[in-house]
């Protein structure tokens, strides 16, 4: 069964290591794994303009096709991930088995907060990714506790933007947090099992988002992540893990299940 990969942003295809290569419990030795990496992240193309989470949602599909995909995937993601994972249900529900939606939130940004997003994606254009602004972000980013107890945590996956590109990484930054859409009264249509998992200390997408996202998707499971912030898959790969072990077997035993049955 595949199972497919969109990181966060200012992440990449890394932030999932953990799910996949996690030893015995990892799904890479059991399941197809596709990684798809946003634009200007990664070793993804850098992007010289705005984009729409829509655009990213097509182009999820496309690289799909490019993979030699064509079977419906389990789709899983990680804030950007989990918004554009949304989307391509919407888009695309026949590519879709189910969803994996990590640190989910549907909304469009509260006006208050743009221009303190939109002063973010300029600062990355001017500055990059320095460790004063690092710092800055960490604080949103992780637990109380993990920012103490691991602080390179977040350093780490930052700092690896230090090579892409400036203007390019402030488009990104800028249409995924300043400019996207709600798609709250979309979500009725998305009828695949859904798995919603959110860090109970998350501040950047905070646990009132995930339920805003699990009540309006039909039968979706809403798991809760104990002292845990918005980069889950890094402060908690053990039950991130888990969920995701959970959420495919749940879907392989009901293609088992289908398959009996038109047998």
């Known amino acids: 069964m595949p199972v497919t990969f969109w990181n966060c942003l200012f992440g990449d295809s890394s932030i999932y290591q953990d799910l996949v290569q996690g030893g015995a419990d990892g799904i890479g030795s059991e399941h197809r794994v596709v990684m798809v990496e946003g634009p200007s992240h990664g070793r993804s193309d850098p992007w010289p303009r705005p984009f729409t989470l829509e655009q990213c949602a097509d182009a999820w599909v496309q690289a799909l096709d490019a993979s030699g995909v064509e079977e419906p995937a389990v789709f899983c993601g990680l804030s950007w991930g989990a918004m554009v994972a949304l989307r391509v249900a919407i888009r695309h529900p026949e590519r879709v088995r189910a969803l994996v939606l990590m640190s989910a939130i549907a909304t469009a940004p509260r006006p208050r907060f743009v221009p303190q997003f939109l002063a973010l994606a300029m600062a990355i254009r001017l500055f990059g990714f320095p460790d004063w602004l690092?710092?800055?972000?960490?604080?949103?980013?992780?637990?109380?506790?993990?920012?103490?107890?691991?602080?390179?945590?977040?350093?780490?996956?930052?700092?690896?933007?230090?090579?892409?590109d400036r203007r390019a990484m402030r488009h990104a930054a800028a249409s995924v947090l300043a400019h996207r859409s709600n798609i709250v009264d979309q979500l009725w249509r998305i009828h695949v099992p859904t798995w919603v998992v959110v860090g109970e200390q998350d501040r950047t997408t905070p646990v009132r988002a995930a339920k805003t996202v699990g009540k309006a998707i039909e039968n979706a499971e809403l798991r809760v992540l104990e002292g845990v912030g918005h980069l889950l898959t890094l402060e908690a790969p053990d039950e991130a893990r888990r969920v995701l072990r959970e959420a495919l077997e749940s879907v392989a035993k009901s293609a088992q299940r289908e398959s009996s049955v038109s047998a």
Do not use: T, Y
């Not at 710092?135 to 230090?162: F, I, T, Y």
């Open 134 to 164: 690092i710092r800055q972000m960490a604080s949103g980013m992780v637990s109380p506790s993990s920012l103490r107890d691991r602080p390179k945590l977040v350093h780490d996956m930052l700092s690896r933007n230090r090579h892409l």
